[in-house]
């Protein structure tokens, strides 16, 4: 199987809105391992790119593959599979609901904290936080411990691509290197994660980098891993056609 059926192969994409071009010509390709900044200045579309990982947005050109299937194409069944097999986000702010519980809020997705409660109970205390806090309602916790637990949220999943927008913002060192360290242990494991950040507590540890530019035309660097050699969603692989080689991993 090659990388780009493994990873993530962007090919001149463009996204726009009516009368906006959020960017353009943007390319990279990443490969299992890699955790990559996202940056650019604010409104540069980060988060609109990590929405289009994820199959929340469509670019409007271009080509994007991730983990052999062609994202943009994904419909139906297959859509819901990607979103439920493939992909996790941590949104902005947390993204949680403030009147639901802790525990509501974690379930989001399908994961039950009563099939493995032990383990649970861990990746809390893990990330500093205590397991009590389940039954109570979000809007009771601080903006720390809300970014907190969305990003629990997305360990108790583990889905293979992680996209995170600004998961540190609001937390202290300590608990910014408990994030990175889940980050890095993620990738060190096969899986890929994108960081929209610009915190340098994340970024020193990135292994990619994908930069938005200010006049709103996407630029990758990734001098390390875009080999420019991998093949888009359209053609063949060694092993046939991406179809074949689908990669849901089940974590
Ligand atoms: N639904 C929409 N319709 C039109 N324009 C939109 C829409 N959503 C976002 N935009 C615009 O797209 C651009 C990119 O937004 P995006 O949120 O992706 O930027 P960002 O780099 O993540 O910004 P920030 O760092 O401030 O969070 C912004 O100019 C924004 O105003």
Same mark, same amino acid.
């Given at each position: 199987m090659s990388d780009s059926v493994e990873g993530i192969t962007a090919k001149s994409l463009a996204f726009e809105y009516p009368g906006r071009v959020v960017w353009q010509e943007l390319s990279f390709t990443l490969t299992p391992g890699s955790l990559a900044a996202v940056r650019g200045e604010s409104g540069s579309g980060k988060t609109t790119l990590l929405q289009c990982l994820g199959s929340l947005e469509q670019s409007t050109t271009g080509g994007l593959c991730v983990f052999g299937q062609d994202v943009g194409a994904l419909r139906g069944a297959a859509l819901r599979e990607f979103r439920r097999n493939c992909v996790g986000f941590v949104f902005q702010n947390a993204g949680l609901v403030a009147s639901w519980s802790v525990r509501?809020?974690?379930?989001?997705?399908?994961?039950?904290?009563?099939?493995?409660?032990?383990?649970?109970?861990?990746?809390?205390?893990?990330?500093?936080? %205590?397991?009590? +806090? =389940? &039954?109570? !309602?979000?809007?009771? $916790?601080?903006?720390?411990?809300? *970014? /907190? #637990?969305?990003?629990?949220?997305?360990?108790?999943?583990?889905? %293979?691509?992680? +996209? =995170? &927008?600004? !998961?540190?913002?609001? $937390?202290?060192?300590?608990?910014? *290197? /408990? #994030?990175?360290?889940?980050?890095?242990?993620?990738?060190?494991?096969?899986?890929?994660? =994108?960081?929209?950040?610009?915190?340098?507590?994340?970024?020193?540890?990135?292994?990619?980098?994908?930069?938005?530019?200010?006049?709103?035309?996407?630029?990758?660097?990734?001098?390390?891993?875009?080999?420019?050699?991998?093949?888009?969603?359209?053609?063949?692989?060694?092993?046939?056609?991406?179809?074949?080689?689908?990669?849901?991993?089940?974590?």
């Amino acid at each position: 199987m090659s990388d780009s059926v493994e990873g993530i192969t962007a090919k001149s994409l463009a996204f726009e809105y009516p009368g906006r071009v959020v960017w353009q010509e943007l390319s990279f390709t990443l490969t299992p391992g890699s955790l990559a900044a996202v940056r650019g200045e604010s409104g540069s579309g980060k988060t609109t790119l990590l929405q289009c990982l994820g199959s929340l947005e469509q670019s409007t050109t271009g080509g994007l593959c991730v983990f052999g299937q062609d994202v943009g194409a994904l419909r139906g069944a297959a859509l819901r599979e990607f979103r439920r097999n493939c992909v996790g986000f941590v949104f902005q702010n947390a993204g949680l609901v403030a009147s639901w519980s802790v525990r509501k809020n974690v379930e989001v997705g399908g994961y039950r904290v009563k099939d493995d409660p032990e383990r649970a109970r861990e990746v809390f205390e893990g990330f500093g936080l %205590p397991f009590d +806090l =389940l &039954d109570i !309602p979000a809007h009771r $916790l601080s903006g720390g411990e809300q *970014q /907190r #637990v969305g990003i629990i949220r997305l360990a108790l999943r583990r889905p %293979p691509l992680m +996209l =995170l &927008d600004e !998961p540190t913002a609001a $937390l202290d060192d300590e608990n910014s *290197q /408990r #994030v990175t360290n889940f980050l890095r242990g993620h990738c060190r494991s096969g899986g890929i994660a =994108l960081v929209a950040t610009h915190d340098a507590r994340v970024v020193e540890h990135v292994t990619d980098d994908i930069s938005l530019s200010p006049v709103h035309c996407g630029k990758a660097e990734n001098p390390q891993r875009d080999t420019g050699d991998s093949q888009s969603c359209d053609g063949p692989t060694e092993s046939g056609t991406y179809q074949e080689s689908l990669m849901p991993r089940s974590n």
